[in-house]
């Protein structure tokens, strides 16, 4: 259920008065991928602005903002104007006073671990082991190491069209199981600060089955759906023929053809589409910083 408050009601105000920003959508050269620059998402944002930010997002599937000095309040209301915001399990990395706002870094601070360091080391769609999947996450720089630290996206779009159309008859019908439990343990073992999970959110994070192939809501393309991090089998297949088939359809779907490589400048505000894309973090050295704050709007069931 999403809460209107006093808050969301005079950004609404604003928004309808306001006037246009002085901004330019400049795609990348790479498969996916466009940088907006000239915007401020703490002003705000009228309906014609807000259309070309959401076309931007629908044709380019990733879309950086830059040189955005904002508040975590700010970051939140834009992200809330695609939808509502879904609260990740891992409640001790939530920022204060902010709970949808998941703190991602491999900083530890009196020997606790400030954010969730490890996340996005497997490709992934954020929150694919839900019934309701995410609509796109947005990822706000706070600090960056001098090296390394990048995040890789991969499309899902072109990863479905290019697969042979034998295999693309094969797959269509076939549904697959996302569990957040299929790789925790295992990260664990590697970064033992990793929360152990409580009965409570083991609850929270049953597992979901969705099409294998899946349809964008918004622009009727086919992407692929299955994920090296998430997804557990194929419902109705043997699990030798399932684990083979996964490692076909995952060593396929990430392929450099795919893949932009975001080298983040501070201040970045990356926003991107979950229903089209994958994505990696590359790795932090670790003896450098690196701290974001990730935001994550709901999307529909996949179908
Ligand atoms: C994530 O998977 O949301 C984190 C990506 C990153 O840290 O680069």
Same mark, same amino acid.
């Given at each position: 259920?999403?809460?209107?408050?006093?808050?969301?009601?005079?950004?609404?105000?604003?928004?309808?008065?306001?006037?246009?920003?002085?901004?330019?959508?400049?795609?990348?050269?790479?498969?996916?991928?466009?940088?907006?620059?000239?915007?401020?998402?703490?002003?705000?944002?009228?309906?014609?602005?807000?259309?070309?930010?959401?076309?931007?997002?629908?044709?380019?599937?990733?879309?950086?903002?830059?040189?955005?000095?904002?508040?975590?309040?700010?970051?939140?209301?834009?992200?809330?104007?695609?939808?509502?915001?879904?609260?990740?399990?891992?409640?001790?990395?939530?920022?204060?006073?902010?709970?949808?706002?998941?703190?991602?870094?491999?900083?530890?601070?009196?020997?606790?671990?400030?954010?969730?360091?490890?996340?996005? /080391?497997?490709?992934?769609?954020?929150?694919?082991?839900?019934?309701?999947?995410?609509?796109?996450?947005?990822?706000?720089?706070?600090?960056?190491?001098?090296?390394?630290?990048?995040?890789?996206?991969?499309?899902?779009?072109?990863?479905?069209?290019?697969?042979?159309?034998?295999?693309?008859?094969?797959?269509?019908?076939?549904?697959?199981?996302?569990?957040?439990?299929?790789?925790?343990?295992?990260?664990?073992?590697?970064?033992?600060? @990793?929360?152990?999970?409580?009965?409570?959110? /083991?609850?929270?994070?049953?597992?979901?089955?969705?099409?294998?192939?899946?349809?964008?809501?918004?622009?009727? @393309?086919?992407?692929?759906? /299955?994920?090296?991090?998430?997804?557990? @089998?194929?419902?109705?297949?043997?699990?030798?023929?399932?684990?083979?088939?996964?490692?076909?359809?995952?060593?396929?779907?990430?392929?450099?053809?795919?893949?932009?490589?975001?080298?983040?400048?501070?201040?970045?505000?990356?926003?991107?589409?979950?229903?089209?894309?994958?994505?990696?973090?590359?790795?932090?050295?670790?003896?450098?910083?690196?701290?974001?704050?990730?935001?994550?709007?709901?999307?529909?069931?996949?179908?």
């Amino acid at each position: 259920m999403t809460v209107i408050t006093p808050t969301d009601i005079e950004n609404a105000a604003a928004q309808a008065v306001a006037a246009p920003q002085d901004f330019e959508v400049r795609p990348f050269d790479a498969p996916v991928g466009a940088e907006v620059v000239g915007l401020d998402i703490s002003k705000p944002i009228n309906a014609a602005d807000f259309a070309r930010l959401h076309r931007a997002h629908l044709d380019h599937h990733v879309v950086v903002f830059r040189d955005q000095r904002v508040s975590p309040e700010d970051h939140v209301a834009f992200s809330r104007r695609f939808g509502p915001l879904q609260i990740h399990v891992l409640h001790q990395f939530q920022l204060q006073g902010h709970p949808e706002v998941l703190i991602v870094s491999n900083i530890k601070e009196n020997g606790e671990p400030i954010g969730l360091g490890d996340a996005g /080391v497997y490709w992934h769609s954020d929150l694919s082991y839900k019934e309701t999947p995410s609509l796109g996450s947005l990822l706000h720089a706070q600090e960056l190491p001098s090296e390394g630290g990048d995040t890789l996206f991969a499309d899902q779009h072109l990863a479905w069209e290019t697969l042979p159309p034998a295999l693309q008859q094969r797959i269509l019908p076939l549904k697959a199981e996302h569990s957040y439990l299929a790789k925790y343990e295992e990260l664990r073992a590697k970064n033992p600060w @990793r929360p152990k999970l409580s009965q409570q959110q /083991v609850d929270q994070v049953a597992p979901a089955v969705h099409p294998i192939v899946r349809t964008h809501p918004e622009t009727g @393309r086919k992407a692929l759906f /299955v994920s090296e991090h998430f997804t557990t @089998r194929i419902v109705g297949l043997p699990q030798d023929e399932s684990d083979a088939l996964l490692a076909e359809l995952f060593a396929h779907s990430v392929q450099p053809a795919f893949v932009y490589r975001h080298e983040w400048k501070p201040h970045d505000l990356v926003f991107w589409d979950n229903r089209s894309l994958m994505h990696l973090a590359a790795g932090t050295p670790d003896h450098l910083r690196r701290k974001l704050f990730r935001t994550t709007i709901e999307g529909d069931r996949v179908f």
